[in-house]
Antibody, heavy 124, light 109 residues
Framework: QVQLQESGPGLVKPSGTLSLTCAVSGDSISNSQWLSWVRQPPGKGLEWIGQIYRSGSPNSNPSLKSRVTISVDKSRNQFSLKLSSVTAADTAIYYC?????????????????WGQGTMVTVSS | QSALTQPASVSGSPGQSITISCTETNSDLGTNNHVSWYQQHPGKAPKLVIYEVNNRPSGVPNRFSGSKSGNTASLTISGLQAEDEASYYCSSYAGSHVVFGEGTKLTVL
């Protein structure tokens, strides 16, 4: 079955850029139509960061839009997140997730497969 | 942007039923069926339990059900079990954005 695995630095300096990748295993990333990033600050709720349709144009949370870059690397079967100008408020567990799709439709807020999450701390 | 409001906490005894509400501040919930619910145990990734208001993914017990009335969606868990103790989040999709609710902590007494 399809599995997702996040990876990247666990510590990022303030004003720097957070860079994470999500490796897709068990299937070609081309078969996963909508791929998203979601984060969760310690002890707090979930926040959607953004999504990308295969290798199409990404959408992102308006509150983060100017700082977010999401892209797909089909050759490596992975997709990535870059978040620029980070502050302590960006400290969180970062998850990658895949939207649930049937043969007829995709449900873009229904994430049926999640990575295990990776903790990123913003600190000097 | 939309905001989804959930109660901070609910509780129930084993065997009972509980309902968690999710109310949207603008009219998006009332105009589409893009509402999902997630269960999250401490230290674990969220798990999808309901999508499109009232659909269960394969493997989710039929004790979990969803509904919607106007701008408020609801998740009902019947026959509460100890393993249901977790945080629950609603989500909605509208205008090319996904929004999550604030989360509800379910305590099984």
């Amino acid at each position: 079955q399809v599995q997702l695995q996040e990876s990247g630095p666990g510590l990022v300096k303030p004003s720097g850029t957070l860079s994470l990748t999500c490796a897709v295993s068990g299937d070609s990333i081309s078969n996963s139509q909508w791929l998203s990033w979601v984060r969760q600050p310690p002890g707090k709720g979930l926040e959607w960061i953004g999504q990308i349709y295969r290798s199409g144009s990404p959408n992102s949370n308006p509150s983060l839009k100017s700082r977010v870059t999401i892209s797909v690397d089909k050759s490596r079967n992975q997709f990535s997140l870059k978040l620029s100008s980070v502050t302590a408020a960006d400290t969180a567990i970062y998850y990658c997730a895949r939207a649930y799709c049937t043969s007829n439709d995709c449900y873009l807020d229904a994430f049926d497969i999640w990575g295990q999450g990776t903790m990123v701390t913003v600190s000097s | 942007q939309s905001a989804l409001t959930q109660p901070a906490s609910v509780s129930g005894s084993p065997g009972q039923s509980i309902t968690i509400s999710c109310t949207e501040t603008n009219s998006d919930l009332g105009t589409n069926n893009h509402v999902s619910w997630y269960q999250q145990h401490p230290g674990k990734a969220p798990k999808l339990v309901i999508y499109e208001v009232n659909n269960r993914p394969s493997g989710v017990p039929n004790r979990f059900s969803g509904s919607k009335s106007g701008n408020t969606a609801s998740l009902t868990i019947s026959g509460l079990q100890a393993e249901d103790e977790a945080s629950y989040y609603c989500s909605s999709y509208a205008g090319s954005h996904v929004v999550f609710g604030e989360g509800t902590k379910l305590t099984v007494l």
